[in-house]
């Protein structure tokens, strides 16, 4: 496995700070094997339960550039969509190219001011265009999906983890994506299938339904009970 992976000890994965020590989404890895990602949480999260990232704004997508940008430029300049972000939102976040000159990149933000409905606005960028810019060019923003991440039930999204403490809104700790879990369960789940987030409660797990929009989460190793939090193993890394 890639020498970046953050070796946690347990000071590490018992720990919450109101600071940020790691970059979002961080690997982290136990010595028994666990797998834990570096997060940013955008709401209480409970011990035991699922949380996973906040929906892309809808509105940040197709947003159209105002200038070239030439191959190696680290900034691209937009009219930001009819929505505000706050300074640095996006920071660890990504750029992407999704229509026009230059499609198909994919470039992490480093920084950028507030962000005003409609306005002139710029991104500055860790990675370097590898094709130049033009103004038939359109580009999404997408936060890095370990920033806020939630309970809600309402979400179809990928990246998150299991808390195996209580977290504070707004704090930053690891979350656990590989590996042996008690996860909260909403419903009964036999030993070996697969289960997803659970529709109704914010933060369980229900067993997997013939749904191809449904995000699986691992597999359980004993059959889950209805307000149990019964071992799983989370197969998100």
Do not use: C
């Amino acid at each position: 496995m890639s020498t970046n992976i953050v070796s946690l000890a347990a000071q590490d994965i018992w720990s919450e700070s109101e600071y940020q020590y790691h970059p979002l989404g961080a690997l982290g890895e136990t010595a028994d094997g666990r797998l834990f990602r570096y997060a940013k949480m955008g709401e209480a999260i409970t011990i035991g339960r699922v949380a996973q990232s906040p929906p892309i704004d809808s509105a940040t997508i197709k947003m159209s550039v105002t200038a070239a940008a030439a191959v190696g430029a680290t900034s691209v300049s937009f009219t930001h969509a009819a929505t505000t972000s706050t300074e640095n939102e996006y920071a660890e976040g990504y750029l992407i190219v999704s229509y026009g000159t230059g499609i198909g990149q994919t470039l992490k933000i480093k920084n950028h001011a507030a962000l005003t409905s409609g306005g002139a606005s710029v991104v500055y960028l860790e990675d370097p265009l590898i094709v130049a810019l033009d103004t038939t060019s359109r580009v999404d923003l997408a936060h890095n999906p370990w920033r806020g991440v939630l309970m809600s039930t309402s979400l179809v999204t990928t990246a998150g983890g299991g808390a195996i403490m209580s977290y504070t809104s707004g704090y930053y700790g690891w979350l656990q994506t590989r590996g042996v879990f008690g996860a909260f369960a909403d419903g009964v789940a036999a030993a070996g299938y697969s289960f997803a987030y659970d529709a109704s409660e914010d933060g369980s797990i229900d067993v997997t339904a013939n749904d191809l929009t449904q995000v699986q989460l691992g597999q359980a190793i004993q059959a889950s009970e209805d307000g149990y939090a019964h071992p799983v193993y989370l197969k998100w890394d």
